[in-house]
């Protein structure tokens, strides 16, 4: 899906399409202009675009991009689809098959306010290896709302679908030792990581106590296709969009600061208090995440809960209860298990 991004220091909106291409456009839109073409061949990572789903992902301005002296100063990511499979990759699925890869580059202009990439050869940060052709990348970004200096500050958001198919046939969803199903959070900048090309925050909900063999970029887990998420200017809750087979979009709003990581384990009920949980292998109607059963048990019997955005209308911390309700009138409250 194609990205409209605002550039605040350089003063430009920025465009990609799914093909390769990333376009600069003036605020006043008179002025659009190629800024970036991964398939140009001395990049050497030519975009899968062919068939449903596959391409130029997503991409993220690092938020110091022009400020010139700064680590972060020029440097850009890109998140795509591609045919180039010849290095091994980082990550790898839990099964066979391999379409395609999946990459995230860095890359430094020399000057952040030109009218085109200046820099030179992007920095590959990891990359996927992929079963399907289906179900890629989501969105990458920086939360906004970080300021310099703080821990958040300057950390990249990945999301990481399941991998594709139908069903999440590979258990990736609900499996810590795969980066598939999952919202990723890296530093770009630090080193830490099991390549060395990136950092992996301490404050990652997995990288304490956890198994050797865990992923310890996962910020949260459980998620099926996360095309789309940004934070609440408010609250600095984290919202975000995904669809699954049937094309249809679905919020998640239990992704905050004090994360309850498993997403796709939490405990949810309907109003008269019955409680449903997750199963791995089927992911359609459930209104906050995926890898949950299709029905749940209702006041009126096992129905379906419908698709669509969810609105808060109350908030319990004591109890840890939110309840929601669906556009179609449709009342459930959210359930943290950890109060």
Request: avoid cysteine; aromatic fraction near 14%.
């Amino acid at each position: 899906m194609d990205l409209l991004l605002d550039e605040p220091g350089s003063r430009r909106l920025f465009v990609n399409t799914m093909q390769g291409l990333l376009y600069a456009v003036s605020y006043d839109g008179k002025t659009v202009k190629p800024y970036l073409d991964l398939n140009d061949p001395k990049w050497a990572h030519p975009v899968q675009f062919t068939g449903r789903e596959r391409g130029f992902q997503s991409f993220a301005f690092h938020p110091q991009f022009t400020e010139a002296g700064a680590p972060g100063a020029g440097k850009f990511y890109t998140y795509f689809d591609t045919t180039d499979m010849t290095p091994t990759a980082d990550f790898v699925p839990l099964g066979s098959g391999h379409t395609h890869d999946e990459i995230l580059l860095e890359w430094t202009a020399k000057d952040p306010k030109a009218p085109a990439y200046d820099g030179g050869a992007p920095r590959e940060l990891f990359r996927i290896a992929h079963p399907f052709p289906n179900h890629n990348g989501g969105e990458i970004a920086f939360n906004p709302l970080a300021r310099p200096g703080s821990a958040e500050f300057g950390l990249l958001y990945i999301g990481s679908a399941d991998g594709g198919s139908a069903g999440d046939p590979y258990n990736h969803a609900q499996n810590l030792k795969s980066v598939f199903g999952k919202i990723l959070r890296i530093d770009p900048l630090g080193r830490n990581s099991a390549n060395g090309k990136y950092g992996i925050p301490d404050s990652n909900p997995f990288v304490t106590g956890a198994k050797p063999e865990t992923v310890k970029e996962i910020y949260a887990v459980g998620v099926r296709n996360p095309q789309r998420f940004s934070w609440d200017s408010k609250s600095g809750t984290l919202y975000l969009g995904t669809y699954d087979s049937s094309t249809y979009w679905r919020t998640l709003p239990q992704i905050t600061s004090r994360l309850q990581p498993l997403l796709g384990a939490d405990l949810y009920r309907t109003q008269d208090g019955r409680y449903f949980s997750p199963v791995t292998m089927n992911g359609f109607g459930d209104p906050f995440s995926f890898g949950f059963r299709n029905f749940v048990d209702t006041p009126g019997g096992f129905g379906k809960v419908p698709h669509g955005p969810q609105y808060v209308l109350s908030r319990d911390p004591e109890r840890g209860v939110t309840r929601f309700r669906t556009p179609r009138g449709v009342e459930v409250d959210y359930v943290d298990p950890e109060g």
